[in-house]
């Protein structure tokens, strides 16, 4: 179940999504970011009880997909409480292949956030000319 | 040489042979130089080969690579300029060459010193100059080369080239324009030198003679841009002293003219002809070099009209990335079928994390055949086969109704609108905006040529859709209104940019509430108000400044446009309610409250997804595209509908 899982978030996070670091809780800002209620959603979307089947993993408010990623929640909270995060934080190694979980689903889908939108004062684009195309 | 005179008779068209220090041009279309940022550690990668393999096989006669660097201060921090002067990158860049000559294109590499200008990401070196000239695009002074300096930058200019053509490369072009360190000594107002390199043409002339003794006769290239300003030095009539002097003095296999410096070379969709046009004439009767033309040509007619005019060649770069057939189809007579540059500028010029393209969905990331994109699966039935209905005429719907009917499926396209192109077409009737109906136009087009059935002003009945077993829903998204309380009238800009004609000539104060985004909803809506005449439009913003969303190169555009215009800002601030005579304001930092008059206030809401309330039938498999899963850009929905047609597809065979 939890390759289920992970094989899901692979797919989601398989586009790149720029993320600010006052969200992303690991500081790295370059993976992908999941509200809960997203993650309710991709429950929902795959008509299984797959996320919510691991339950209890890893502790983390009975949602295991979030804390899959105990070493971002214990980075962002130091006293160790891996209480309910407002969002996952996927780790660059996820989406990178480097986790190599088998595909589960080519059709999976889930919704998508576009980190940019976060909050106003938010917004990772570059700043600089690119001597990309001119003419 | 004897300066040319425009051509009597008639000029020969876009797809005649020319020949270039005797190499032979299969037709007058250059793809012109641009990075790819496909380069790590200032090597380039297989997937710059791959995207040089995939122009040159379009059918463009000559491919000019870009992004090259020939010293380690004109590179970036993130080394995505090809490093040219280390030799040990050659067969990395013998990779880039050989892609672009087995796709039948002569292969020029354009190098470059940046010089003082930093391009905003600032370097590990002290950016150099011709002296000690401050760039309007930078905060501090150059270092002023030294002579012996000077005679460095020759020598990188030098080996670079070298290395170039030993890895396969049929000839190289010197980049002396864009305000980059070469043009920065061929300007009369940067150039303050005294020595030798005070005459503005010496030292363009001693890196031609350099690299002369390096590649022999094979073609050196010089581009060089008309640069707005008196500050640049460097205008149009200055080119015409200079280039025939530098002609002279070191001979060059062509000349290829284009305009601007950076934060203005990339014209935006507000540019719809060729800046450079009317002047080709001029141009021509000034040089005795072959000509190549660049900036802002799309079209057959103004390509055909600049070669008449006097141009040998005619380079373009955006139109090859949105399509790189583009040669080959408008050398067949087959113009209407181009994928068409909008001149959004969105995703060509950030590369995030390399150049893509918002209307190409084919122009993927590093490991991706094309841009990634998932659609959203809401229903998976087993039923296989039969016809298809895309609910939506947005670009993710047409694209999506494209791509299933030339993969031989049977598809039906609806919209309750009675126009194609959704959002699209909404964002085109601000002024400036043209470009996304360009591209409406093409994929209306192109579902006509392929025989869509399209039922526009029609919202299917779950009975009419029956008879599908494949749906895929693209029905976009709609903006929330805002809710602020009071008298004043207040629109969405959904709403403004519908009647914004009617609606101004009443309301001569123009409050625009943006959402702090900085994005087109609300610079759309101060355009609009201003074309249809306001005396007056204030732009609230609870963020730091207006058009912030914007890259550097469409917001510096932008700031020209309004230039002179009655535009006030107000940052970090909201509106709170209206009175029957304006807007009452309060700052989101101390909470103060001010008043300000208007008499129409617009506001920038979140676009929230749309979709039908549809319940499948047992049979159906449903999919969700673009933004009626999360609202986001042209780029998504072009690419959901791509991928949703192709999963589509997958199931019917």
Known sequence: MTIRAWAAIRQWAGRPVVLPPEVCACGIGHAGVMRLDDIDRLDRINGINGINGINGINGVDGRGLVGAHQRVSRRRRPDGDRGRPDVACLSPDVGRGRLDFPRWSPDVGCRRLDAARWSPDVVHRRRTSSLGPVD | ?653
């Open chain 2, 1 to 653: 040489m004897t300066p040319r005179t425009p051509r009597a008779l008639a000029a020969p068209s876009l797809a005649a042979p020319f020949t270039l220090c005797g190499l032979t041009l299969r037709n007058r279309l250059v793809a012109t130089a641009h990075a790819t940022a496909a380069v790590t550690d200032g090597a380039p990668t297989e997937t710059d080969a791959a995207y040089w393999r995939r122009l040159a096989e379009g059918g463009a006669g000559m491919v000019i690579t870009g992004g090259t660097a020939v010293a380690p201060e004109s590179t970036l921090p993130q080394r995505y300029l090809t490093e040219a002067w280390r030799p040990e990158i050659k067969d990395a860049v013998r990779r880039r060459a050989e892609a672009i000559t087995d796709g039948g294109a002569v292969a020029v590499a354009q190098l470059v010193h940046l010089g003082r200008e930093t391009l905003g990401a600032g370097t590990f070196y002290a950016p150099v100059s011709a002296a000690a000239v401050r760039s309007p695009r930078e905060a501090t002074t150059p270092h002023p080369l030294s002579t012996e300096e000077v005679r460095g930058v020759v020598d990188a200019f030098r080996i670079s080239a070298a290395n170039s053509v030993q890895a396969g490369f049929h000839g190289v072009e010197l980049h002396a324009g864009h305000g980059y360190l070469l043009a920065q000594f061929l300007s009369r107002v940067n150039n303050t030198r005294d020595d030798e390199y005070g005459d503005r043409i010496a030292l363009p002339a001693q890196v031609i003679d350099a690299i002369r003794t390096e590649i022999g006769q094979l073609p050196i290239g010089l581009r060089v841009s008309v640069e707005p300003g008196e500050e640049s030095g460097l205008g149009l009539d200055d080119l015409i002293e200079l280039l025939p002097r530098l002609c002279a003095a070191a001979p060059i296999a062509y000349v290829n003219v284009t305009t601007g410096v950076r934060n203005t070379y990339v014209p935006g969709m507000a540019t719809t002809r060729p800046p450079l046009l009317e002047s080709v004439a001029r141009i021509r009767s000034a040089v005795a070099v072959p000509l190549l033309v660049s900036q802002g040509f799309r079209s057959v007619a103004d390509i055909e009209r600049a070669l008449d005019s006097g141009a040998d060649l005619v380079g373009m770069a955006r139109p090859f990335m949105a399509d790189p057939d583009f040669a080959r189809k408008v050398i067949a007579g087959d113009e209407r079928s181009v994928r068409p540059c909008t001149g959004c500028n969105e995703g060509c010029r950030t590369f995030e994390p390399t150049g893509s393209c918002s209307v190409n969905p084919e122009l993927g990331p590093p490991g991706a055949a094309a841009r990634p994109a998932i659609p959203l699966l809401l229903t998976r039935r087993g039923a296989r086969g039969g016809p298809v209905a895309v609910l939506g005429a947005g670009p993710a719907g047409m694209e999506c109704a494209m791509a299933l009917a030339r993969s031989g499926a049977e598809v039906t396209l609806f919209d309750t609108a009675r126009r194609a192109g959704g959002q699209a077409r909404l964002a085109s009737l601000a002024p400036h905006r043209s470009g996304w109906q360009k591209f409406v136009d093409y994929q209306r087009d192109q579902l006509a040529d392929l025989g869509v059935r399209v039922r526009l002003g029609t919202s299917p009945a779950p009975d009419d859709l029956a008879a599908y077993a494949q749906i895929v829903l693209a029905t976009g998204a709609a903006e929330e209104s805002v809710h602020v309380p009071g008298e004043l009238l207040t629109l969405t800009s959904t709403d403004f940019l519908s009647r914004y004609s009617d609606v101004v000539p009443e309301a001569s104060g123009v409050a625009v509430l943006d959402d702090g985004f900085g994005w087109w909803q609300g610079i759309s809506a101060v355009e609009s108000a201003l074309a249809a005449g306001a005396r007056e439009v204030t732009v609230i913003t609870p963020g730091t400044g207006f058009a912030t969303g914007l890259s550097p190169e469409n917001r510096t555009q932008l700031m020209n446009r309004l230039t002179g215009a009655p535009l006030r800002v107000v940052a970090m601030s909201t509106v709170t309610s209206t009175t029957t005579d304006g807007v009452r304001l309060r700052h989101v930092l101390d909470g103060q409250e001010t008043h300000l008059a208007a008499d129409v206030l617009v506001t920038v809401g979140e676009r929230r997804p749309r979709r039908p309330d549809f319940a499948p039938a047992a049979h159906q498999t449903v999919r969700a595209i673009g933004d009626c899963v999360v609202p986001r850009r042209v780029a998504h929905a072009v690419a959901e509908g791509r991928a949703a047609a192709e999963a589509v597809a997958a199931r019917l065979l």
